[in-house]
């Protein structure tokens, strides 16, 4: 009944306004792309006049096409033909420019009917030729579904897919050779709307993508305006729908909240429902050209002094365990294991000799140059490569960045430091080439009381110390928050010396930092000082935990003798979610929206498309050092 009513809403409409669309019957071979093409719509545009095309496409079905937006009027194309020359001999004071104006012909087609120009001034009492051309106009029709745009100063992708009515994937399509990013001046195809239908972009608005699988609900929270705003705002939404990809002007003012801190972990174990064989492509400078021994002592002495090449080796090991893994769940996977070299030239010679374009997805390469040069060349075909241990260059919209950016760790400690409602007092203590980051924080926490590292009188230079009078009456009973922000080793060592030393009965200080670096590891770092400031930071992951012990540390363990390195851990983490975000849906990019959290032996993920481009990680730890052990706080 219910498909009855759809159908017969749809024929009413289609009898009320019948210029407005047309039938078209499928035929073997066809697609929603290609007739989509066809007609000069988008395949969004067909399942929404006919839904049931989602699940039961197939030939003899009558679909409901829309009219296309595209002109398809008959356009007049001026060109000019030669019809012969005329001579002319230069007098005193002519000019090309002049001769050009005079006879309505350019410059360069002077020179070309009198080649010596080239390479000679005009002069006086010279005989020239003087093209002569007549003006030929012709009617084109049907040809003129695109036509060319030049790229204006201050425009990207999104802009000018959003004047012509398309998405940002449609633009691409419509230019597989555009540039990542575009410049002024860069000539493009788009639609040949009419211009009263090409949209002006107006400095009073912002604009955003929609992304996959948003819908008014997901937009709410997320824009905070309602659908009954977005569509006065957009009054195309009213007749189309919301679409993946398309852009929508909003408020200047609105605010993208990205935040998903109420987010469940998924147990993708529990969704798998494609079990189809995945084919994956793991690009890693294994560098075996470099192995010229028969001897595996001496192989082995190599991998311990190459610690590029145990780090790779490393995240090899966790990749194949992590497709045992799959197997044991009853997921197949096509594994290519190719050896970039951590050469460029390599790369191009791998993309030659490998069809990759099928692929479900390919992990790596390491190095940023080699990694943007196979992100590239895959992302006309939407392959989604995976960036697992660098980040990359440029995040095109087939890019995977696993690792979180900086700034997400250090908005996640403030927050983490603000949700402590347990907190009574927030100490910043920072040195000289800190002192923005620790303004920075002073305005997060207006009440915390900063110290800075003296300078050396005689030069002025930063001496990185504090007075221990600089802590006097700083800290009262009760819990103390310091920040400690530096990279000096000596200046880390002096502070966590002396705060630990400020630590008695009912006084309870937490070091807490936005940049864990080197500066709080080594010889000069007591495990034990931190272990009793509960040091606390963000960070890309965890340590897994020794006592309660996973399969995969103990498969690890069983193997090779030893605890899995933390690359070892990441090969696992990252090909297992790859390969279970798979089995859960058609793709990966159907598989990562942004409410999906996934967790493993060290890592989590959690991706959010970036506006008019890739996919972000934005999952992350607050761990503390516990008892001479880092674990997760948060």
Request: proline residues 3%.
């Amino acid at each position: 009944m219910k498909r009855f009513i759809t159908t017969l809403l749809i024929a009413l409409v289609f009898t009320v306004n019948a210029q407005n669309y047309t039938e078209h019957k499928v035929e073997a071979g066809e697609t929603i792309e290609s007739i989509a093409k066809k007609y000069l719509v988008t395949p969004f545009d067909i399942f929404a006049l006919n839904p049931d095309a989602k699940s039961s496409f197939q030939p003899n079905m009558v679909l409901i096409i829309p009219k296309s937006k595209v002109k398809n009027d008959p356009i007049e194309e001026e060109t000019r033909e030669l019809i012969g020359y005329r001579n002319h001999k230069v007098r005193r004071k002519e000019t090309l420019f002049g001769l050009a104006k005079k006879y309505n012909v350019s410059e360069d087609e002077i020179k070309k009917a009198n080649r010596f120009l080239y390479s000679e001034n005009l002069r006086k009492g010279d005989k020239i030729r003087i093209p002569k051309y007549r003006t030929v106009i012709s009617k084109q029709t049907l040809n003129n579904t695109v036509k060319k745009y030049i790229v204006k100063p201050k425009e990207g992708k999104w802009r000018i897919a959003y004047k012509f009515g398309i998405t940002v994937a449609e633009l691409e399509a419509l230019n597989p050779n555009m540039n990542a990013v575009i410049q002024p001046g860069d000539e493009l195809n788009v639609p040949n709307i009419n211009d009263k239908e090409v949209k002006p972009i107006e400095s009073k608005y912002g604009y955003y993508e929609v992304l996959p699988k948003e819908g008014f609900y997901r937009l709410k929270v997320k824009l905070d305006l309602t659908q009954e705003q977005l569509e006065a705002l957009n009054p195309e939404l009213k007749d189309n729908g919301l679409k993946a990809g398309m852009v929508l002007r909003i408020p200047a003012s609105s605010e993208i909240n990205s935040s998903l801190s109420q987010v469940e972990t998924t147990r993708l174990v529990s969704n798998i429902k494609n079990y189809d064989t995945r084919k994956i492509a793991l690009m890693m400078p294994y560098r075996l050209h470099r192995v010229e021994t028969d001897s595996v002592q001496d192989t082995k002495d190599m991998i311990k002094k190459d610690k590029l090449m145990s780090i790779v080796l490393d995240f090899h090991i966790g990749v194949v365990m992590a497709l045992d893994s799959a197997k044991q769940l009853g997921l197949s996977t096509d594994l290519k294991v190719l050896d970039t070299r951590y050469q460029a030239s390599t790369i191009s010679q791998l993309l030659k000799e490998n069809d990759l374009t099928e692929y479900d997805a390919v992990i790596g390469p390491m190095k940023e140059q080699c990694f943007d040069r196979v992100a590239s060349a895959l992302k006309g075909d939407k392959v989604p490569v995976i960036a697992a241990l660098n980040k990359p260059l440029e995040l095109y919209r087939n890019v995977f960045q696993t690792i979180p950016d900086d700034e997400l760790l250090k908005n996640a400690m403030v927050d983490f430091v603000k949700a402590d409602s347990l907190k009574t007092k927030v100490v910043i203590i920072a040195d000289q080439a800190h002192r923005a980051m620790s303004e920075m924080l002073k305005e997060k926490f207006p009440d915390a009381h900063q110290i800075f590292s003296q300078s050396i009188k005689k030069t002025g230079k930063d001496g990185f110390f504090i007075y221990p009078q600089d802590l006097e009456n700083v800290f009262a009973e009760g819990k103390t928050v310091v920040f400690l922000e530096t990279k000096s080793k000596s200046f880390a060592s002096s502070v966590i010396s002396m705060l630990n030393g400020l630590v008695v009965k009912d006084t309870n200080i937490v070091l807490v930092t936005l940049d864990k670096n080197k500066a709080f590891e080594g010889k000069d770092i007591d495990n034990n000082n931190l272990s009793n400031l509960n040091f606390h930071y963000a960070s890309v992951h965890r340590e897994f935990d020794e006592i309660n012990t996973n399969g995969f540390v103990k498969a690890y363990r069983k193997e090779y003798g030893v605890s899995p390195s933390k690359y070892a851990a990441r090969g696992f983490d990252i090909t297992l979610d790859i390969l279970l975000r798979l089995a859960a849906e058609n793709d990966l990019y159907d598989a990562s929206g942004e409410m999906i959290e996934t967790e493993y032996i060290e890592n989590k993920f959690r991706y959010n498309k970036s506006l008019f481009g890739g996919y972000k990680n934005e999952a992350v730890y607050i761990v503390k050092y516990d008892n001479l052990r880092i674990v997760k706080a948060k």
